[in-house]
């Protein structure tokens, strides 16, 4: 498979607007009145990166991610695997993090990677439409895993 740089078409990676003040800074991550109803958040979830590794490339066939990068820094990879989108097979990196703090919505269907290419292990927030494993953790796994990268043409750079 071959992939072409470009944005992807519903997959916004927005700048989170920091207020900052004497303690600190905040930045919303969500609003209700901004998202639809189907994209709205039913989990949230923490994970820690070690410098220098990369988690991904999947995607999910029903799925909608929303991560936050707001610490560390990070190179975002997407790839869009969506036959019917108009940015189909458009390839798009970000570096993101503590420099650029973004919250990126990654709906089905787009191949999501990311690499913590720091000197210092990092934190990445999701709060994803669906929950993991379904209810009590019952269901199968919304996940297409891609380790034999290069066979799709996933390259990271």
Same mark, same amino acid.
């Given at each position: *498979?071959?992939?072409?740089?470009?944005?992807?078409?519903?997959?916004?990676?927005?700048?989170?607007?920091?207020?900052?003040?004497?303690?600190?800074?905040? #930045?919303?991550?969500?609003?209700?009145?901004? +998202?639809? $109803?189907?994209?709205?958040?039913? *989990?949230?979830? @923490?994970?820690?990166?070690?410098?220098?590794?990369?988690?991904?490339?999947? $995607?999910?066939?029903?799925?909608?991610?929303? !991560?936050?990068?707001?610490?560390? #820094? !990070?190179? +975002?990879?997407?790839? /869009?695997?969506?036959? @019917?989108?108009?940015?189909?097979? =458009?390839?798009? &990196?970000? /570096? @993101?993090? $503590?420099?650029?703090?973004?919250?990126?919505?990654?709906?089905?269907?787009?191949?999501?990677?990311?690499?913590?290419?720091?000197?210092? /292990?990092?934190?990445?927030?999701?709060?994803? =439409?669906?929950?993991?494993?379904?209810?009590?953790? *019952?269901?199968? &796994? /919304?996940?297409?895993?891609?380790?034999? *990268?290069?066979?799709?043409? +996933?390259?990271?750079?």
């Amino acid at each position: *498979m071959t992939w072409q740089d470009g944005p992807i078409i519903d997959c916004p990676v927005r700048p989170l607007k920091k207020f900052v003040d004497a303690r600190g800074w905040l #930045a919303e991550i969500f609003r209700q009145d901004e +998202l639809p $109803e189907s994209l709205l958040p039913t *989990m949230g979830y @923490v994970s820690l990166t070690y410098a220098g590794v990369t988690r991904g490339p999947h $995607e999910h066939r029903e799925q909608t991610d929303l !991560f936050v990068f707001s610490s560390g #820094a !990070f190179r +975002l990879y997407l790839w /869009d695997n969506r036959s @019917v989108s108009p940015s189909y097979r =458009n390839r798009h &990196v970000q /570096d @993101v993090g $503590e420099a650029n703090p973004v919250a990126a919505m990654i709906p089905p269907g787009v191949i999501h990677a990311y690499r913590n290419i720091g000197q210092s /292990d990092a934190l990445v927030f999701n709060c994803p =439409n669906r929950l993991y494993a379904g209810y009590d953790r *019952m269901e199968p &796994v /919304d996940e297409i895993r891609y380790e034999d *990268m290069t066979h799709h043409g +996933l390259i990271l750079d």
